[in-house]
């Protein structure tokens, strides 16, 4: 399984981009790239998947080089409502056949966003 | 849809004594996850089913934990004996098609032994 390293933690203020990068040097050929994200007292929430380039949603925007050993998260214009934890995770996208690889959760990124 | 539904949502038991947790994915899922989570060890999956059948239950840390889905909406965690290290907040989650989708969070079982 490729193994994720992103910030323990970052700081933003209110209105700004933040940008959230995360490494996976050994991501496989199959793998996908998902973002979670996380508040207090609840379970994780989808946010974003993606392979290559960019992918763009009404929440986020995700970045994956060429390369692909790393990718980047993208929040425009945050609000005081996503200060949470957000994790990057790497793993094959089983589609219904056959077994499916583990999606590992690291620690994530605390994203601590003020006014 | 209601989303994933867990019960209990707190539970505090002692320590030696049976703990079930219970889980009601979202309707027409194939593939439910247990997730167990703590500060120290963050999340992490304990065992995921795909069409009621266990597929992975790699991380299930010890005899002391099973898992169970009798069918495509009930999924029962139990722990027996329970131990203090057991405390955290457990998760079931759901997914339509494979693990790699977007997988649906229940609200959690936060689970305290003492």
């Known amino acids: 399984l490729a193994k994720t390293t992103q910030p323990i933690s970052m700081d933003s203020y209110e209105g700004q981009e933040v940008n959230i990068t995360c490494s996976h040097n050994?991501?496989?050929?199959?793998?996908?790239i998902t973002w979670y994200q996380q508040f207090p007292s609840q379970g994780p929430r989808f946010i974003i998947q993606?392979?290559?380039t960019k992918v763009t949603n009404e929440v986020a925007s995700l970045f994956i080089p060429a390369d692909r050993k790393s990718s980047t998260l993208s929040l425009p214009r945050v609000s005081l409502s996503v200060t949470a934890v957000y994790y990057c995770?790497?793993?094959?996208?089983?589609?219904?056949?056959?077994?499916?690889?583990?999606?590992?959760f690291g620690t994530g990124t605390r994203l601590q966003v003020t006014l | 849809d209601a989303g994933v539904i867990q019960s209990p949502r707190h539970e505090v038991t002692e320590m030696g004594q049976e703990v079930t947790l219970r889980c009601k994915p979202i309707?027409?899922?194939?593939?439910l996850f247990w997730y167990r989570q703590t500060m120290m060890r963050g999340l992490e999956l304990l065992i995921y089913f795909n069409n009621n059948v266990p597929i992975d239950d790699s991380g299930m840390p010890e005899d002391r934990f099973s898992a169970k889905m009798p069918n495509a909406s009930f999924s029962t965690l139990k722990i027996q004996p329970s131990e203090p290290r057991d405390s955290a907040v457990y998760f079931c989650a759901s997914s339509l098609i494979g693990s790699g989708y977007e997988q649906y969070f229940g609200p959690g079982t936060r689970l305290t032994v003492t």
């Open positions: 993606g392979y290559k």
């Open positions: 309707s027409g899922h194939d593939y």
């Open positions: 050994n991501i496989a050929t199959n793998d996908y």
């Open positions: 995770l790497v793993g094959d996208v089983e589609r219904g056949t056959g077994t499916a690889s583990k999606l590992t």
